[in-house]
């Protein structure tokens, strides 16, 4: 069965350092990865998803994260934190590279940013 | 476009009570999913429905929880009668057919007391 481990539960850091959230998955077969962001009293919005194109994603809000393959990992990544960054972010994975599949979550790292 | 809706947004029923949640997903979305996230634990899938038949009810705790999606459009999940064990966020999300992003509602906030 797919798991998917956030190490951290909390990350703290200052404006305009680097952000590095760890996400690392066990999976039998290679699966999609997804990274989603919650903001105070709000819904999940994807941030970005690997689907077997290029392996270094780009998403939204200066983003980005990479699939490695032989590490098991998808670590989500932003050179610079902004305030606005402050969020819950959550790692998941589906079971098989297909579409409509359910999702697999971690147990998601909250970020705080310190000005 | 209308995002995924759900409603209510918070609910406070006492124990062996009934609650009712619904969601509305985005216009022409045929997938729709219940996730559900337990204080300090991960969000875990529920169910998923495929327009109105349910593709896969795995995570689905007991009995006690009842999934409906009439006509394809809004779903709504039962929970008769609450336990203690049952309070935590209600997520809801849809996609397009073999689409493999699904987009998230904000989430129904369940207390039982």
């Known amino acids: 069965a797919q798991s998917v481990t956030q190490l951290g539960s909390h990350v703290s850091v200052s404006e305009g350092a680097l952000v590095l959230l760890r996400c690392n998955y066990s999976?039998?077969?290679?699966?999609?990865l997804f990274w989603y962001v919650q903001y105070p009293n709000q819904g999940l919005q994807l941030l970005l998803k690997y689907t077997s194109a290029a392996t270094l994603v780009k998403g939204i809000n200066g983003f980005e994260a990479e699939f490695k393959k032989s590490e098991t990992s998808f670590h989500l990544t932003k050179p610079s934190a902004h305030m606005s960054d402050a969020a819950e972010y959550f790692c998941?994975?589906?079971?098989?590279?297909?579409?409509?599949?359910?999702?697999?979550f971690g147990k998601g790292t909250k970020l705080t940013v310190n000005p | 476009e209308a995002g995924v809706t759900q409603f209510p947004s918070h609910s406070v029923i006492e124990k062996g009570q009934t609650v009712t949640l619904r969601c509305d997903p985005i216009?022409?979305?045929?997938?729709l999913y219940w996730y559900r996230r337990v204080m300090g634990k991960e969000i875990k899938f529920l169910l998923h429905?495929?327009?109105?038949?349910?593709?896969?009810e795995s995570g689905m705790p007991n009995n006690r929880f009842l999934a409906e999606r009439t006509g394809g459009t809004y779903s709504t999940l039962k929970v008769q009668p609450a336990e203690l064990e049952d309070s935590g966020v209600y997520f809801c999300?849809?996609?397009?057919?073999?689409?493999?992003?699904?987009?998230f509602g904000p989430g129904t906030r369940l207390t039982v007391l």
């Open positions: 998941a994975v589906t079971p098989t590279q297909g579409g409509s599949e359910k999702l697999v």
């Open positions: 216009s022409g979305h045929d997938n």
């Open positions: 999300a849809s996609s397009q057919f073999l689409a493999d992003t699904q987009y």
């Open positions: 429905f495929v327009k109105e038949s349910k593709q896969d």
């Open positions: 999976s039998s077969v290679p699966p999609y």
